[in-house]
Structures are given as C-alpha cells and as structure tokens.
C-alpha cells in the first residue's frame, strides 16, 4: 500500500492506499443537476494516464504527429494541455489539506476543478489537488502527480483476487439504479434510470466492439446484452446478416467453439488485466466489459417474489408491484464512446473515421 506525501514539505497528504484501475466511468458527465456518488472505493487510488482539465487546446492547434504521440489516432475537439497522470482518490481518503475559496470554478452545485488545483498542503500551502463535487460529475479528489510523491509504507498486502474468487463474490452492477437530482420543484428528489456505470461501460465497450467488428455486422447474445448494444451496432454497421459472432466469455462460463469471432470478457477490478481464453477462441478478439457489468450479463438477477407483509400472511409470496424500469431505451454514454475511439489506433482506418465524424455530426441517434 502507498500513501501520498506533499511534494514539497513531504506532509502526508492521503489515507493508506492500494492502486486499482481507473473505472470506466471516470470521465463521464452525466445529466443536468443530477448527484452522481464517490467515484473511486475508499481505501483505493488510480492513476489517468491522461491529462484532465485546462489549459486546453484546439484540434488545430496541434500537429498530428503530436496528437499521435500522445495516443490520439483521430480529431478531436480540444485537447487538455494539463501534467498527465494525476492520481484520483475518494474524497473521504485525502489528509492534511485545505480547500481554496478562489478556485470555485465554474460550478453549478459543488466544485468542478475548470481553476485548476483547489486543494493546498495545509503544512506548505502548496496546490496539491482538485477536488470534483458538482453536479453531473462523479465525486473524486485528483491529486497532481507533479505536486506529490508516492510512498510505500508497511501493512498487509494481500494478493489480488483469483477470477474464480471474484466469481464466487458475485459483486456485480446492477443495470438500473434511482438517481438522485438536485433543484427540483419540491427540493431533492429521484428517477429511475439506467445505471450510469453500464452507461459509461457500454460506450467504453462499444468503441472496441466496432473495431472488433472489421466493418461486418455483428450480432450479440440475446436478451440484456442485445438491449444494451444491439441496436448501436446496427445503426453504425452495415445491413445484412451477421457475419461476426459475439459471445460472452470468461471465468465460469463454457468455453467458447472456433466459430465464435468476438469475446466480450471481464477486466479485473484490481489489475486491470483483461480476461484471456485458451482452446478453440483464444483467436477471437476480446473485447473488455467492466467486471460488475460482465457478472450481470452471465448471470442476471432474477426478479423473485418476495414475502408479503402488512395484513398478509407471511408465508404468502407477493410479485407485485412490479420492479421499476426505465421507459427508455438504453444508450451508450457518448463520451466514453468517443473518448476510447479516437484512442485505438484502428480510428484511423476510412470507413471507422467516417463513422466517426458522422457522430461528431450528429448524423446517427444511437446516444
């Protein structure tokens, strides 16, 4: 485990901390006045190999090769010119700091880091972080990998869990969730919705999912997996009869034959390692689901009757009301769609770009 020190007085700036990947849903934007929660689970960190927030610039701004370097195969609208690397926390993990009042930004309900650092060492007074409250933005504090130092210090470190462990926990993500709003008519209130996680998840999926699809239609498992991705790969792919097969794969499940062309398999939530097949699919191209959303796919939850109370015998099952459901159809997050497109080197193939700049377009209602 590692703690972060203030790089200049070298104070102690944050809780014991064990790295984990960055989650899928790190950069998205979710809704209008919406209450997103803490993005990262206590105790862990991550580090965004990409530079988050201003100064910026515009595509036209940077030579191509430059853009290439940095891992950017295709336009985009801007580009943050900020330190890359920043390591991201929960807010509840940050020690011996102290917010700056000037650097509000341009928030609507909290904080949303467009000044830049709004955190300072309380020992040193040195900017060290931002922390990220406002609405529609998933609750983080990033620490500036050019402002603090990492620090191994002694504890337990434990091994990371075996696929089948992870199995067994069974902490998957449920696909709908009530999502809390601020400044309603009548103060705070909710809806229900699809889970921004599959959201974001589903983009992220999505992008690798077009690519694995060679320019052929694709067709997915039936069910949620063809709900959540199904008619995206319809309107981005060519008409006809599928010619590419998707399937879902992974720890647990059976294997899959030679004639399976595409795998949408689990990432390890403490490495970051993709799931790898052996036998007849180790050729298939694997495409990577957040391990939450993949262990919902395999195995929904059943919605089961549930023993009744208030006047009812107890030992009389009840099945209704029924469980809520959005009345709308899912849609990837659009961001992390195009976030994780124009960072595949495949982008730069004609007929992706051309998907591509029909979506900056507009031209395709799929998000």
């Given at each position: 485990?590692?703690?972060?020190?203030?790089?200049?007085?070298?104070?102690?700036?944050?809780?014991?901390?064990?790295?984990?990947?960055?989650?899928?849903?790190?950069?998205?934007?979710?809704?209008n006045g919406v209450q997103l929660p803490v993005l990262?689970?206590?105790?862990?960190?991550?580090?965004?190999?990409?530079?988050?927030?201003?100064?910026?610039?515009?595509?036209?701004?940077?030579?191509?090769?430059?853009?290439?370097?940095?891992?950017?195969?295709?336009?985009?609208?801007?580009?943050?010119?900020?330190?890359?690397?920043?390591?991201?926390?929960?807010?509840?993990?940050?020690?011996?700091?102290?917010?700056?009042?000037?650097?509000?930004?341009?928030?609507?309900?909290?904080?949303?880091?467009?000044?830049?650092?709004?955190?300072?060492?309380?020992?040193?007074?040195?900017?060290?972080?931002?922390?990220?409250?406002?609405?529609?933005?998933?609750?983080?504090?990033?620490?500036?990998?050019?402002?603090?130092?990492?620090?191994?210090?002694?504890?337990?470190?434990?091994?990371?869990?075996?696929?089948?462990?992870?199995?067994?926990?069974?902490?998957?993500?449920?696909?709908?969730?009530?999502?809390?709003?601020?400044?309603?008519?009548?103060?705070?209130?909710?809806?229900?919705?699809?889970?921004?996680?599959?959201?974001?998840?589903?983009?992220?999926?999505?992008?690798?999912?077009?690519?694995?699809?060679?320019?052929?239609?694709?067709?997915?498992?039936?069910?949620?997996?063809?709900?959540?991705?199904?008619?995206?790969?319809?309107?981005?792919?060519?008409?006809?009869?599928?010619?590419?097969?998707?399937?879902?794969?992974?720890?647990?499940?059976?294997?899959?034959?030679?004639?399976?062309?595409?795998?949408?398999?689990?990432?390890?939530?403490?490495?970051?390692?993709?799931?790898?097949?052996?036998?007849?699919?180790?050729?298939?191209?694997?495409?990577?689901?957040?391990?939450?959303?993949?262990?919902?796919?395999?195995?929904?939850?059943?919605?089961?009757?549930?023993?009744?109370?208030?006047?009812?015998?107890?030992?009389?099952?009840?099945?209704?009301?029924?469980?809520?459901?959005?009345?709308?159809?899912?849609?990837?997050?659009?961001?992390?769609?195009?976030?994780?497109?124009?960072?595949?080197?495949?982008?730069?193939?004609?007929?992706?770009?051309?998907?591509?700049?029909?979506?900056?377009?507009?031209?395709?209602?799929?998000?």
């Amino acid at each position: 485990m590692f703690v972060f020190i203030c790089a200049r007085c070298g104070a102690e700036l944050t809780v014991p901390l064990s790295q984990v990947p960055l989650p899928a849903h790190a950069r998205q934007t979710y809704g209008n006045g919406v209450q997103l929660p803490v993005l990262m689970e206590s105790g862990t960190f991550a580090v965004d190999p990409d530079p988050w927030g201003g100064p910026w610039r515009m595509w036209d701004e940077i030579d191509p090769g430059e853009a290439e370097a940095r891992g950017i195969y295709a336009p985009v609208y801007a580009l943050s010119d900020s330190t890359p690397g920043a390591i991201v926390i929960a807010p509840g993990d940050i020690r011996g700091t102290r917010l700056i009042p000037e650097k509000r930004g341009g928030a609507c309900c909290g904080l949303d880091g467009a000044d830049g650092p709004n955190m300072a060492c309380e020992t040193c007074d040195l900017p060290v972080a931002t922390r990220i409250d406002d609405c529609s933005l998933w609750q983080a504090v990033r620490l500036g990998s050019d402002a603090v130092r990492r620090v191994l210090v002694d504890g337990v470190h434990t091994a990371p869990y075996s696929w089948a462990e992870l199995v067994e926990r069974g902490e998957s993500t449920p696909p709908f969730e009530a999502i809390g709003t601020w400044g309603g008519r009548f103060g705070s209130s909710h809806y229900w919705s699809w889970s921004p996680q599959w959201e974001a998840a589903a983009g992220q999926t999505l992008a690798h999912l077009l690519v694995a699809s060679k320019g052929q239609p694709v067709k997915v498992p039936n069910g949620l997996t063809a709900d959540v991705f199904q008619r995206s790969l319809d309107t981005l792919l060519p008409a006809g009869p599928p010619r590419r097969r998707a399937v879902l794969a992974g720890p647990g499940e059976p294997s899959a034959g030679a004639d399976v062309d595409i795998l949408l398999v689990p990432v390890h939530p403490q490495t970051g390692q993709t799931w790898t097949p052996a036998g007849p699919a180790a050729s298939a191209y694997p495409v990577p689901l957040p391990l939450g959303v993949w262990l919902w796919l395999v195995s929904p939850h059943p919605y089961l009757p549930v023993p009744a109370s208030g006047g009812i015998p107890q030992d009389v099952l009840r099945d209704d009301p029924l469980p809520p459901r959005p009345n709308y159809l899912f849609r990837a997050d659009r961001g992390s769609f195009q976030h994780t497109l124009v960072r595949l080197p495949a982008v730069r193939s004609p007929w992706i770009r051309t998907i591509l700049e029909n979506l900056q377009e507009g031209s395709a209602d799929i998000f």
